[in-house]
């Protein structure tokens, strides 16, 4: 199930949300070198998240591959920041057009209820929960981390408790057949939930690379969470209003 588009018109600009995703691509071209090797490799040892080096759980010196030319060799010296600009990182074009995709299609709503300032520190605090729920399933894991998928599960998480009934236009794969439907958002985040908690089971306490699926699901769960406190009583009311008197023409996509 892969979501196209909502049928739920945001009230306002989303400011913070644009801004996200121009650090994401920004980082993307201007770090990452738009994923060729050495500078993608290098972005990856200076600032994607190594939970084994930042609690000093992993041996001094040892070296992860990143690709067949490159690798980092852990000095022991992991920066707090990393828990940060790991969010705006990420692993190759299929990634980065992923999560921002993502990203588009669930967050100008929840911004629209918390305000561009509310939302990027609920953005940040749900990549922070997404980072220590991925630390806590393997402490000493060797494997740079990066990817704004913790952060944006949180947009997720908000959007499934803000907008449970509201139609997610998805594409459905089956095999070679594929087609488009409209799904509540509840069942659509719901599912991707559930495959992101029983994809993550096995790879507790492992320390092979691939999905951080637990990022996935902590950054879910605390969207979920954070969206009560964090959200703006009266955006709420006002785009009840707004969707009240507002017609929607929900034809085919």
Known sequence: MFPLRDINPALHRPIALLLILLLNVGAWAIVQGLG????????????????GELLKLAPVGTIIPISQSFGCQLDGDAPLWTLVTHMFLHGGWFHIIGNMWFLWVFGDNVEDVMGPIRFIAFYVLCGLAAAAA???SDPSAAVPMVGASGAI???????????????IITLIFLGFYWTTVAVPAFAMLGYWFFIQLVSGLPALGGTSGGVAFWAHVGGFLAGLLLVG???RRDYLAQRARFVEHRFFDVGPF
């Open 36 to 51: 060729q090797d050495r500078p993608l490799a290098q972005s990856l040892c200076e600032y994607a998240l190594i939970p």
């Open 153 to 167: 599960g949180g947009v997720m998480g908000a959007y499934a408790r803000l907008y449970p009934r509201t139609q």
């Open 134 to 136: 991925q630390i806590a």
């Open 229 to 231: 406190p964090m959200h």
